[in-house]
């Protein structure tokens, strides 16, 4: 089944999930954790991306944020990248760090946000790396400890989480940690983090309600949100991909934006589409089917065709691209 484009819309709100592959750790030591945290809020001060709350773990980390005017691709790309680069120089190893692509989901700010902050934020209390909120109120793993004022990081957007419980800081601070305090006993929750169904109506119990009503809800795996919430969100998604390949649902066009990329680049179209291994050639058509495949989720056999090679040749080029 081919991938979903991602839905990345500058200035959308998004819970993303990262996970180390096969469930090994992603950090192994305070030295990780300090360069997987610095990265976060270096790359996220320059692509404008802003970050609200998260928390790494052992094997995954949570990330709420809002992605900035280059996009959230370009700015996990570079993040996740650079950290496995330099946690696989660091330990000796090789290979991919990082489960398959981030988990990213749109969400509802209006319905959630409260609710994303406080689930990611108990993330080390539920996984016992802290024994009670007190020590999460100093753990530097957490951005709860920012909101705090325990711990500083001047690109998490303290300022805006805190406005959603009172507007001074003190009684901010301490009406949010009352309603963090509220849901430690809440556990895993289904409504936030399970399908796109059952992040719609808010749990199971109301799935089943709906299959025993005989009731259709619009759902999406990559939203959370109300039925009407995810239709808004894949009608303006609809709307990008048609202004980036114009409004032919074959994607004729497809054929234009190549070309358009090819006179940027200042080389053959008619080279590209028959295999050419020059490199910068390679180069482009790694970009291009990169682009294609990551951002706007074509399935890897249709970009093959488009560029005229193999569908393995693109799947390796895409990680090739990936590795640079």
Not at 146 to 166: A, T
Not at 217 to 235: A, H, K, P, Q
Not at 250 to 274: G, H, P, V, W, Y
Request: hydrophobic content about 35%.
């Amino acid at each position: 089944m081919p991938r979903q484009a991602r839905l990345d819309a500058p200035g959308t709100l998004h819970h993303i999930i990262v996970r180390g592959i096969e469930q090994r750790w992603i950090v192994d030591d305070r030295k990780d954790r300090d360069n997987f945290v610095s990265r976060l809020g270096q790359i996220a001060s320059e692509t404008e991306t802003v970050i609200y709350a998260w928390a790494l773990m052992t094997n995954h980390a949570h990330i709420l944020l809002r992605s900035g005017p280059y996009g959230l691709s370009k700015c996990m790309q570079r993040f996740l990248i650079g950290y496995a680069i330099t946690y696989n120089r660091r330990h000796h190893r090789y290979g991919h760090l990082f489960q398959n692509r981030y988990k990213s989901i749109v969400c509802d700010e209006d319905s959630y946000f409260r609710e994303l902050v406080r689930y990611i934020h108990l993330n080390p209390l539920r996984a016992k790396l802290v024994k009670s909120l007190s020590e999460l109120d100093r753990y530097r793993w957490c951005g709860h400890a920012v909101l705090m004022g325990r711990v500083k990081h001047d690109w998490q957007d303290r300022d805006y989480v805190l406005s959603w419980f009172r507007e001074k800081e003190g009684p901010a601070r301490r009406a949010y940690r009352q309603y963090v305090k509220s849901g430690v006993t809440e556990g895993r929750r289904s409504d936030l983090v399970g399908g796109g169904l059952i992040r719609s109506v808010g749990g199971w119990s109301e799935v089943l309600s709906l299959r025993r009503a005989k009731e259709r809800v619009f759902t999406d795996e990559r939203i959370l949100g109300s039925g009407d919430f995810v239709e808004t969100i894949l009608r303006d998604a609809d709307e990008r991909l048609k202004h980036q390949f114009g409004r032919n649902k074959d994607r004729k066009d497809i054929a234009t934006f190549i070309n358009q990329i090819c006179d940027q680049e200042e080389i053959s179209a008619k080279e590209l589409r028959m295999g050419s291994r020059r490199g910068h050639i390679c180069q482009v058509r790694s970009q291009i089917a990169y682009q294609l495949v990551e951002d706007y989720g074509l399935p890897l056999a249709e970009v093959a065709r488009h560029l005229g090679v193999s569908t393995s040749a693109i799947s390796k080029a895409i990680t090739k691209k990936m590795r640079e």
